[in-house]
DNA sequence: TTGTACGCGTTATCAG
DNA sequence: CTGATAACGCGTACAA
């Protein structure tokens, strides 16, 4: 069924209906050039009787600004995706701005064209790796407005970008476990390593080893890959080849999740038999069995700041090239404290 | 900084470059009409050397279509939401449409004017009380293609639905507390009721409890709301006031999830001292301590069939009034088997 | 098979 | 303060 062509109300039918010229209707709705109270008041209320919307695609051509941001993902999953994508909504709804979201993983490692770009929205959140470089740059060497989210700029372009400080909020988990509960032998379950935030939470934990000197030992590393599955699957492999560790450090809370799993259906007890931490502090980090001692990262904060970054960026403003949230240590049960 | 004028390629650049005409690029563009192959190929060489991408506004100017379909919903939270926007999100983009996506709750209870609309979309996917009905009917009554899912259309209108069977997974569940694990005191915990998987998945219990005479307790009935923090609370209530059940069948996996943790805070086990099941079947359900039986519901899918419920909406293709998936028990350790 | 030219609904630049 | 009117970039009859 087609859309009653009868029931199209335009800005001229409104004009009209108003007794003024487009252009006014215009000026009122956009508050562009000045307009006499009594002139505004007849227009609001013709918009008003006529149910008057305004055409996107029509003010997007001739405005040249679709009013809209859009967000890139990867993939949609882990607990992590919700609070961003929360953050990044309510900021944008609040700013006046549309959101078109995308994901380029899952299937093809996205190759081009991509979904958004400078042809419908005025500007892009790029979360971590869900754009390939050579894009990056080239939408950045046509001005295109564009803030990276938990991943920093490539080297030379200097593109705003947000994210928590993932190396400290690791080193500080680390140190707390080697100072206050006296363990020294720590697995690590990483991320992916095409994943920045991964790799900067692999270096809190090395860094705090030397720190210690604690010598790096390969085998208690492991691929968790900020994933349920994968790290369960990686934790069983390690207690059949006979890991010998005292806690489990998992670079997120959905691999830590995932190896408490593990833990469990091999009948080890957590803290009592291995200890096990996480990071993020995903809203379900505090229900698990036992609690989830983790690092809490602010993701919703960093999201609702990349947006405002970004709409500055549109408007032409200036914004910090980089923006470092702070992280914070969470502890609860799962560590052996208490 | 503003876009690079000199840089803006639009479908005439395309043209000249190719030596043909406007008219013969958006043919090859969009596949209608035909062009000889070697004109074809001219213009996809011009294409991509020119590294052209048609503007967004401006096809949706002049063609009435804007390629988009929007996603309401009233907040962006819940195990649920994820799995749901994937399938969304992945459909829409398969049937090569941007994907618009807002909430409506949060703040303000949803009124005019609404973010999604005729003005920026060529059709929407309303899920479950995310519009009020007014709007609603205004949006049917000018035939603009609606779908809604986890919800029903509203008496008289007649809009295409995708659901699951709530009554009747509820109704399962009960029947197999009853009758395969002999329990007969079981409470409930309800979801909001503005939600309609919330109705009826109540109803399914009520009429369990019927068919195997055990009288409707109101006092085994409150209010989880579809949320961990509410459920636990609801819970923790519960046991303080001295709680005489078997068993807590909770109307979604987050409640069950707060429920639980209600439960072992009290120090109760699960299930020896009392049984816990939810619905919905979210993916941490088999992760949780003991893992969760509960009702799997086909969410993604629904989504999935939405959306193409949707485009042939969009299209003007026929498409049936209601889709109602089946729903699957899922039996896990919480419920006190095995 | 291809080209010409008009229109889509707004914004923005002019005069007035 | 207000009104004509020329873009905006593309799709699509209509002609050729």
Same mark, same amino acid.
């Given at each position: 069924m087609?859309?009653?062509?009868?029931?199209?109300?335009?800005?001229?039918?409104?004009?009209?209906?108003?007794?003024?010229?487009?252009?006014?209707?215009?000026?009122?709705?956009?508050?562009?050039?000045?307009?006499?109270?009594?002139?505004?008041?007849?227009v609001?209320a013709?918009?008003?009787?006529?149910?008057?919307?305004?055409?996107?695609?029509?003010?997007?051509?001739?405005?040249?600004?679709?009013?809209?941001?859009?967000?890139?993902?990867?993939?949609?999953?882990?607990?992590?995706?919700q609070?961003?994508?929360?953050?990044?909504?309510?900021t944008?709804?609040?700013?006046?701005?549309?959101?078109?979201?995308?994901?380029t993983?899952?299937?093809?490692?996205?190759?081009?064209?991509?979904?958004?770009?400078?042809?419908?929205?005025?500007?892009?959140?790029?979360?971590?790796?869900?754009?390939?470089?050579?894009?990056?740059?080239?939408?950045?060497?046509?001005?295109?407005?564009?803030?990276l989210?938990?991943?920093?700029?490539?080297?030379?372009?200097?593109?705003?970008?947000?994210?928590?400080?993932?190396?400290? +909020?690791? $080193?500080?988990?680390? @140190?707390?476990l &080697?100072?206050?509960?006296?363990?020294?032998?720590i !697995?690590?379950?990483?991320? *992916?390593?095409?994943?920045?935030?991964a790799?900067?939470?692999?270096?809190?934990?090395?860094?705090?080893?030397?720190?210690?000197?604690?010598?790096?030992?390969?085998?208690?590393?492991?691929?968790?890959?900020?994933?349920?599955?994968?790290?369960?699957?990686?934790?069983?492999?390690?207690?059949?080849?006979?890991?010998?560790?005292?806690?489990?450090?998992?670079?997120?809370?959905?691999s830590?999740?995932?190896?408490?799993?593990?833990?469990?259906?091999? +009948?080890l $007890?957590?803290?009592? @038999?291995?200890? &096990?931490?996480?990071?993020?502090?995903?809203?379900? !980090?505090?229900?698990?069995? *036992?609690?989830?001692?983790?690092?809490?990262?602010?993701?919703?904060?960093?999201?609702?700041?990349?947006?405002?970054?970004?709409?500055?960026?549109?408007?032409?403003?200036?914004?910090?090239?980089?923006?470092?949230?702070?992280?914070?240590?969470?502890?609860?049960?799962?560590?052996?404290?208490?």
């Open positions: 087609l859309l009653d062509d009868s029931s199209r109300i335009t800005i001229v039918e409104v004009a009209q209906y108003a007794g003024v010229s487009t252009a006014t209707v215009s000026r009122v709705i956009n508050k562009t050039g000045p307009v006499l109270p009594e002139t505004a008041a007849k609001y013709a918009i008003e009787a006529l149910n008057y919307k305004p055409n996107a695609a029509a003010r997007g051509l001739a405005s040249r600004r679709t009013n809209t941001i859009g967000l890139l993902v990867d993939e949609i999953s882990g607990e992590f995706f609070p961003m994508l929360r953050g990044i909504e309510v944008a709804r609040a700013s006046g701005m549309d959101l078109l979201i995308s994901s993983g899952g299937m093809s490692q996205s190759s081009p064209p991509y979904p958004l770009g400078e042809n419908n929205t005025d500007g892009l959140i790029v979360f971590a790796d869900s754009l390939p470089q050579e894009e990056l740059v080239r939408l950045h060497k046509i001005g295109f407005p564009l803030v989210l938990h991943r920093s700029s490539p080297s030379g372009l200097n593109i705003p970008c947000v994210t928590v400080e993932n190396k400290e +909020g690791a $080193r500080r988990m680390v @140190d707390y &080697v100072e206050e509960r006296g363990y020294r032998k !697995a690590f379950l990483e991320g *992916p390593d095409s994943h920045e935030d790799y900067w939470r692999k270096l809190g934990y090395e860094e705090s080893l030397a720190v210690h000197d604690i010598p790096f030992n390969p085998k208690l590393v492991s691929l968790g890959e900020f994933d349920e599955t994968q790290a369960r699957v990686s934790v069983s492999q390690w207690i059949k080849n006979g890991l010998n560790a005292e806690a489990i450090f998992a670079a997120d809370d959905d830590a999740i995932g190896a408490m799993a593990a833990l469990k259906e091999s +009948g $007890r957590i803290p009592e @038999d291995i200890a &096990v931490v996480g990071f993020d502090d995903i809203r379900l !980090a505090a229900y698990l069995d *036992p609690p989830l001692t983790t690092v809490r990262a602010p993701i919703e904060q960093a999201a609702r700041i990349a947006v405002e970054q970004l709409v500055k960026v549109i408007r032409g403003e200036e914004v910090e090239a980089m923006t470092l949230l702070p992280t914070e240590l969470v502890i609860r049960r799962s560590c052996g404290c208490c």
